[in-house]
């Protein structure tokens, strides 16, 4: 035992604890009772980085918003968002004595592409609007990316066995989530109109919801398809993935079923050895016909008039439909919206974070809905893509594009030249997990919470890792 932990220490600190938690119970002030966790948590910021990551990591799936629960009328996911500030400004202080994590991890493209995000971010927040909504936003962003991409990838780099942890962390609360969602929905019949809110207080809709789901079902099957995996484990995963395959059903969230449809084509491409050039090509000849022929191809959208549904083939089917389906109606309002934002400041855009504030005068009568608002209270712009475009300029979105080209690089290539089977099921899934939110970027987006922000920057941190790591051992042993 060391010298300051002795017997008569642990009994004084105890005994003056339990005098402090008596006063404070007196005072109705019980929060004070979480003041060893605090105290354990401080501690393994500086000596236990991987215990206090880990812990946030685990925290994710099941932390809460506040103003969920008309507890406060801010935004606060409770325990992550202090810990993730906690995360930032250590961060900081060990940005100050010398390299803050592996410096390996600086030179890759995609680390160079988030911070060239994060420098036209902080410009763009000196030109805003709002300073103030956007230096909250940019807050939030960089405490996300510190803890979910550089620690993250810094522990992975240092602890390969990190990796299947970090996904393990978040999907096993994650299934809590699911089942708490399921047992709920189940007393509704699971009715698909129930379905949109049963997952609160942990997920604000069943969009997120669903997003979330699809993002981890890759990683979950990699996992479980790992050969020489004890049998106990093979059989928790195998729970755990059908946990998380229920969960999508049920979710009703069309988006989150398309990105998992397109995924499991884009696997399928990898599998059969079509090449990212091919595949990066066909895109843009796709994008660019759409755009040409957007008037007819609206003429013929419009004649789908089947709503959403809880018949699950109906509600597949309203997915294209932009003729009754209030939500499909309201995206397209929120999309014009933010092109007309765009139009008026095509460089530097409004601010980050600024779109809900701003969007309103832009509004078009002929595409207002019966859930169109003017009170800032109805959500961003529904895009990952559009909503950088108005509020970041030009380059806001050029920096989400350059985003996906190097994560689609560096996983064909990861797929390409790993020789470890279960490296490279793991490389690959972790890929198709992202790319399921790219594509469901299209329709939705949820970086600005903790739920989404853990596996995406997480991802895109593992597959860096796996990409130094690989790039590595192809080295001649006299070259590394």
């Given at each position: 035992?060391?010298?300051?932990?002795?017997?008569?220490?642990?009994?004084?600190?105890?005994?003056?604890?339990?005098?402090?938690?008596?006063?404070?119970?007196?005072?109705?002030?019980?929060?004070?009772?979480?003041?060893?966790?605090?105290?354990?948590?401080?501690?393994?910021?500086?000596?236990?980085?991987?215990?206090?990551?880990?812990?946030?990591?685990?925290?994710?799936?099941?932390?809460?918003?506040?103003?969920e629960l008309g507890?406060?009328?801010?935004?606060?996911?409770?325990?992550?968002?202090?810990?993730?500030?906690?995360?930032?400004?250590?961060?900081?202080?060990?940005?100050?004595?010398?390299?803050?994590?592996?410096?390996?991890?600086?030179?890759?493209?995609?680390?160079?592409?988030?911070?060239?995000?994060?420098?036209?971010?902080?410009?763009?927040?000196?030109?805003?609007?709002?300073?103030?909504?956007?230096?909250?936003?940019?807050?939030?962003?960089?405490?996300?990316?510190?803890?979910?991409?550089?620690?993250?990838?810094?522990?992975?780099?240092?602890?390969?066995?990190?990796?299947?942890?970090?996904?393990?962390?978040?999907?096993?609360?994650?299934?809590?989530?699911?089942?708490?969602?399921?047992?709920?929905?189940?007393?509704?019949?699971?009715?698909?109109?129930?379905?949109?809110?049963?997952?609160?207080?942990?997920?604000?809709?069943?969009?997120?919801?669903?997003?979330?789901?699809?993002?981890?079902?890759?990683?979950?099957?990699?996992?479980?398809?790992?050969?020489?995996?004890?049998?106990?484990?093979?059989?928790?995963?195998?729970?755990?993935?059908?946990?998380?395959?229920?969960g999508l059903v049920?979710?009703?969230?069309?988006?989150?079923?398309?990105?998992?449809?397109?995924?499991?084509?884009?696997?399928?491409?990898?599998?059969?050895?079509?090449?990212?050039?091919?595949?990066?090509?066909?895109?843009?000849?796709?994008?660019?016909?759409?755009?040409?022929?957007?008037?007819?191809?609206?003429?013929?959208?419009?004649?789908?008039?089947?709503?959403?549904?809880?018949?699950?083939?109906?509600?597949?089917?309203?997915?294209?439909?932009?003729?009754?389906?209030?939500?499909?109606?309201?995206?397209?309002?929120?999309?014009?919206?933010?092109?007309?934002?765009?139009?008026?400041?095509?460089?530097?855009?409004?601010?980050?974070?600024?779109?809900?504030?701003?969007?309103?005068?832009?509004?078009?009568?002929?595409?207002?809905?019966?859930?169109?608002?003017?009170?800032?209270?109805?959500?961003?712009?529904?895009?990952?893509?559009?909503?950088?475009?108005?509020?970041?300029?030009?380059?806001?979105?050029?920096?989400?594009?350059?985003?996906?080209?190097?994560?689609?690089?560096?996983?064909?290539?990861?797929?390409?030249?790993?020789?470890?089977?279960?490296?490279?099921?793991?490389?690959?899934?972790?890929?198709?997990?992202?790319?399921?939110?790219?594509?469901?970027?299209?329709l939705n987006n949820?970086?600005?919470?903790?739920?989404?922000?853990?596996?995406?920057?997480?991802?895109?941190?593992?597959?860096?890792?796996?990409?130094?790591?690989?790039?590595?051992?192809?080295?001649?042993?006299?070259?590394?």
């Amino acid at each position: 035992m060391r010298p300051w932990l002795t017997d008569k220490t642990v009994l004084t600190g105890t005994l003056l604890f339990s005098i402090l938690l008596g006063v404070a119970a007196y005072n109705d002030f019980l929060l004070i009772a979480l003041l060893p966790l605090v105290m354990l948590l401080a501690w393994w910021s500086i000596k236990r980085l991987d215990l206090y990551i880990g812990f946030v990591l685990l925290s994710v799936p099941l932390s809460i918003n506040l103003q969920e629960l008309g507890v406060t009328s801010l935004g606060l996911y409770m325990p992550t968002e202090p810990l993730l500030l906690g995360a930032l400004i250590l961060f900081l202080f060990r940005f100050f004595y010398g390299w803050p994590v592996d410096k390996r991890l600086f030179s890759h493209p995609i680390t160079i592409t988030i911070g060239c995000m994060m420098v036209w971010m902080a410009i763009t927040t000196v030109t805003s609007y709002d300073p103030l909504v956007s230096l909250k936003f940019m807050t939030s962003r960089a405490w996300f990316i510190v803890s979910f991409f550089f620690f993250l990838g810094h522990l992975m780099l240092q602890k390969p066995e990190y990796r299947e942890r970090m996904v393990m962390l978040l999907l096993f609360p994650l299934c809590i989530v699911v089942v708490y969602t399921v047992i709920r929905h189940a007393g509704y019949d699971f009715s698909k109109h129930a379905g949109h809110w049963m997952m609160k207080p942990f997920f604000k809709d069943h969009t997120s919801y669903g997003a979330v789901l699809a993002m981890m079902f890759p990683p979950a099957i990699a996992l479980l398809s790992k050969k020489d995996r004890p049998a106990l484990s093979k059989l928790v995963l195998a729970v755990a993935t059908a946990i998380i395959a229920i969960g999508l059903v049920l979710s009703f969230t069309r988006a989150a079923w398309v990105s998992l449809a397109g995924a499991g084509a884009l696997f399928i491409a990898m599998k059969i050895g079509v090449k990212l050039k091919t595949l990066a090509s066909i895109s843009v000849l796709i994008v660019l016909a759409a755009l040409v022929n957007f008037d007819s191809l609206m003429i013929d959208l419009q004649r789908n008039k089947q709503d959403s549904s809880d018949n699950l083939t109906e509600h597949v089917q309203s997915i294209s439909n932009v003729s009754s389906d209030d939500s499909n109606l309201e995206r397209l309002n929120r999309w014009s919206c933010a092109v007309s934002l765009f139009k008026e400041r095509p460089i530097v855009g409004w601010g980050p974070g600024t779109y809900q504030f701003v969007y309103a005068p832009f509004q078009k009568s002929e595409l207002k809905t019966e859930i169109s608002t003017n009170n800032a209270d109805g959500g961003n712009a529904h895009s990952e893509y559009l909503g950088p475009l108005a509020e970041q300029g030009v380059l806001g979105v050029l920096w989400v594009l350059l985003l996906i080209l190097w994560a689609s690089v560096v996983g064909f290539r990861l797929w390409n030249n790993l020789k470890n089977k279960d490296e490279r099921n793991l490389a690959a899934s972790i890929y198709l997990g992202l790319m399921t939110y790219f594509i469901h970027g299209v329709l939705n987006n949820y970086l600005d919470t903790d739920k989404a922000s853990a596996p995406f920057w997480g991802f895109l941190a593992l597959l860096v890792v796996l990409d130094i790591e690989s790039r590595r051992n192809s080295l001649p042993k006299s070259a590394t």
